[in-house]
């Protein structure tokens, strides 16, 4: 006798989802932590652009921790939430608020901000940079220093290279990959957009202090770093190890060189801006956003390795009056940015603004 099977009800169909009419952004402000609310307490990277650009509507988004705000003239800005968990890292964030379907983002120029670890051979504490390209210090193979093979200077090397300095020559050495461009490590950025903005935020004035200038004195021998703060254009690696020192320093001058062929210099360094442009990148590819539209500026809370004299134990992590001073320095030079675009979206909306190369 034979048995008869349960029968299992079939899965429902699939509801359609209402049709809107998306809202064309026109600017949109990305920033990274924020201590506390977005307005009316201690700043974080975002509270000066939330209150000094009137970002008043409050806008929830599904998958975010800290709602989208705008103001009357469509500047849009947002900080990511702390999931109070380094586990948790902020770029699933951003693909929520890129899937929201009330906005059309196809037009919008994108402000990444956030303050970071500056090279001392490069920029002094309070200043900020545009990127030309953000580099990854993520995927990468490691040896331990007692176990770095003579000759070597650190043992950091790229997926598919076999020594340090050499770019991939294996693409099968990583699974699934077919081609070594596949194992890149390095964003590039739309450089006349950036060589624009640069151009119109060179002469920005930015606050120095006593205290700035008392931590400036101690870089002997490092003139960038003993300048008062400025605007320069220089390459963010981004990585999600905190990491410090001149060793260190040395390696991403090396891996940033190396990743842009020669032609960028490292600059800045922190722990989002790889994840964010990463982010981007695949949402260009999926038709999302246009990458032309999309600009980093990162301003120095610190230096990337402690001035002459003092160990790196001592001077890790510690940004002193330098954090203040980068949160006005990224507000103050990216608003100068910002407003041309708003004031001119007529123009600005289908032609993105380009500078030559010098």
Do not use: C
Not at 79 to 101: K, R, Y
Not at 167 to 173: G, N, R, V
Not at 248 to 255: G, L, P, Y
């Amino acid at each position: 006798m034979a048995l008869s099977l349960p029968v299992r009800a079939a899965e429902p169909a699939l509801p359609v989802v209402p049709a809107v009419q998306a809202i064309p952004v026109k600017v949109m402000v990305i920033a990274n932590f924020e201590p506390g609310a977005d307005t009316g307490d201690a700043p974080g990277e975002f509270q000066l652009w939330a209150e000094r650009e009137h970002l008043d509507e409050v806008i929830p988004v599904r998958g975010t921790l800290h709602p989208l705000r705008r103001n009357v003239d469509g500047l849009y800005g947002m900080v990511w939430g702390d999931a109070h968990s380094l586990v948790v890292t902020p770029e699933v964030q951003l693909m929520a608020l890129l899937l929201d379907p009330r906005f059309d983002f196809s037009h919008t120029y994108w402000l990444f901000t956030g303050i970071s670890g500056a090279d001392p051979q490069a920029a002094s504490v309070g200043s900020a940079a545009w990127a030309r390209w953000v580099v990854s210090g993520d995927a990468l193979r490691e040896f331990a220093e007692s176990e770095v093979p003579k000759g070597w200077p650190y043992g950091l090397f790229a997926i598919g290279a076999k020594a340090p300095g050499e770019l991939p020559q294996a693409a099968d050495s990583f699974a699934g990959m077919t081609d070594t461009g596949s194992l890149g490590m390095a964003v590039p950025l739309n450089q006349g957009l950036a060589r624009w903005a640069f151009a119109l935020s060179k002469d920005t004035p930015i606050p120095d202090t006593p205290a700035l200038q008392a931590a400036r004195a101690r870089w002997k021998g490092f003139p960038q770093a003993q300048r008062p703060p400025f605007v320069l254009m220089g390459e963010t690696l981004g990585a999600l190890r905190y990491w410090h020192g001149a060793g260190r320093t040395q390696w991403a001058r090396d891996w940033v060189k190396l990743w842009t062929h020669g032609q960028g210099r490292f600059v800045m360094t922190n722990m989002e801006s790889q994840l964010m442009a990463g982010t981007m990148l695949s949402a260009a590819q999926a038709g999302l956003v246009d990458m032309k539209r999309v600009m980093v500026l990162r301003s120095a809370s610190n230096a990337s390795m402690p001035p002459p004299g003092q160990s790196p134990l001592a001077s890790v992590g510690d940004e002193g009056p330098g954090q203040v001073a980068a949160y006005e320095a990224n507000y103050r030079v990216g608003a100068v940015v910002i407003h041309r675009l708003l004031a001119d979206w007529p123009r600005y909306r289908d032609s993105v603004p380009d500078a030559p190369q010098p």
